[in-house]
């Protein structure tokens, strides 16, 4: 489905333009309006009100993950991919944490509660191997992961995404029973399988909203992934408006080791809770001893709902002006902002609506 480009609108004339003076050399030119198209598809669809995410990644490690369709295995693909999933998606939704989990001999357990530290995410997941065993077991992942969810905010958005490799579910428990329970908490059921398509499974992240994807080789799956970056739409979920208790810490280096009240770690850079004045690690999570949402300012400037950064409009006006962005003279293509009015070449367009998602004049 194609997507109107608000802000946009004089985008086609241009391309056009452009694809006509192909032969004199404007190739570049062309290469970078796509890119800004592409650059500014993206980018609307990343804007959504909701600012809070909690994802629970549960990898199965069962006797199939050692297959080795994918090179060198289907789990080795998996923990490949993985950390620069899990970087992009913290980049992107600095409110939110990823919590991991591994299922394993009819059971699942957790390894890592939720966190935005992507330092300690990438060090659990290093610590993930295959088993000899089979035994996936959906539903003791879907109990697992209500328990681990029991405990979070209900301003959050709660969703799951599976990594399987089986190419069955065997339960011991009533499958059916925990997706609705899971469907009636609003969480939402992502599965990424390397097995192929399991009925069963379809009809359960049909039923929470979710996607169910099957990559066919490696370089698929790598961009499969990156789909539950963005938020995803969810009509079950249940939006609960309250006031939250946000406190902004001070971050403090000593040279003494002390332990961190979030996950009991030895850490010597750790952050104070400006109400309690608990030592935690990596904000934004909330405090355990006096529940304040403990975050950082930039991470509240850069969430999407306090995002104020529009697409930039085209402008081929003939003449040269100064980027903003990089100070280096425009072509007679480039694009500005409707609220700042300043200039930018297509490069800094991509660059600040890919990574910076605030315009530099404006801010």
């Known amino acids: 489905m194609q997507m109107e480009l608000e802000g946009n609108t004089k985008f086609n004339e241009y391309e056009e333009k452009i694809r006509n003076h192909q032969a004199n050399g404007h190739n570049y030119q062309q290469d970078k309006l796509h890119q800004k198209k592409e650059s500014d598809a993206q980018f609307l669809i990343a804007q959504n009100p ?42 992107c939704n600095p409110l939110s944490q990823i919590g991991i989990a591994v299922a394993e001999e009819y059971k699942c357990k957790t390894i890592l509660d939720f966190t935005s530290s992507c330092v300690n995410i990438k060090q659990y997941l290093s610590t993930i191997h295959s088993i000899n065993e089979a035994g996936f077991s959906m539903a003791a992942c879907l109990q697992t992961a209500l328990h681990v969810f ?18 069955y579910s065997d339960d011991k428990l009533d ?55 963005s938020p995803q739409e969810s009509k079950n979920h249940k939006m609960i408006t309250q006031l939250v208790k946000i406190g902004f810490p001070q971050k403090l280096i000593v040279s003494q080791p002390t332990l961190c009240q979030c996950h009991l770690e030895i850490v010597y850079n750790f952050y104070k809770c400006p109400v309690c004045y608990s030592k935690v690690c990596s904000p934004p999570l909330l ?51 409707e609220r700042c009015k300043n200039f930018f070449c297509l490069d800094c367009d991509i660059l600040i609506h890919s990574k910076f998602k605030v315009c530099p004049g404006c801010a």
Not at 62 to 70: A, C, E, G, L, N
Not at 150 to 167: D, E, K, P, R, Y
């Open 175 to 229: 499958l059916n029973e925990w997706s609705e329970k899971c469907e009636s908490a609003a969480i939402q059921i992502n599965v990424i399988s390397f097995a192929g398509a399991i009925h069963q499974l379809i009809k359960i992240t049909q039923a929470t909203d979710g996607q169910y994807l099957c990559p066919i080789n490696e370089y698929q799956f790598s961009q499969e992934i990156q789909k539950f970056i």
């Open 50 to 91: 909701l600012l809070m995410r909690n994802l629970l990644i549960i990898i199965d490690t069962t006797k199939s993950s050692k297959i080795s369709d994918f090179k060198p295995s289907r789990l080795a693909v998996a923990l490949q991919f993985l950390p620069a999933f899990i970087e992009q998606f913290l980049e």
């Open 287 to 337: 405090c355990p001893i006096c529940s304040t949402w403990i975050v950082l300012p930039h991470q509240i400037l850069r969430s999407d709902g306090f995002n104020t950064l529009a697409v930039f409009e085209i402008i081929n006006d003939g003449l040269d002006h100064i980027c903003y962005g990089c100070l280096e003279s425009t072509t007679d293509i480039h694009s500005t902002c």
């Open 150 to 167: 029991s405990t979070t905010q209900l301003h959050a958005q709660s969703s799951i995404l599976f990594v399987t490799t089986s190419t």
